[in-house]
């Protein structure tokens, strides 16, 4: 289950990553953001359930935190 929500929200960051490259409008830079903060926050919790890798799980987590918090300051700032 968190495999298929993980890859679908992947595609989504995917597809608007290239949507403001190609038509060079940031519009969507906060939404983009925080599809891709819980994209690393399911990968993060996939990483804790397994035995060996924990480090990066705990990585991968701060990780989609900071950008979580960088995607609520793009809100607030529109």
Known sequence: MLKTIRIILAIIV????????????????????????????ITGIMELQ???KRFWGYVSIGASLFVLYVSVEGFLMI
């Open 50 to 52: 397994k035995t060996k």
């Open 14 to 41: 995917v597809m608007l990553a290239g949507f403001s490259m190609i038509t060079q409008n940031f519009e969507f830079m906060p939404l983009l953001m925080l599809i891709l903060a819980l994209t690393m926050f």
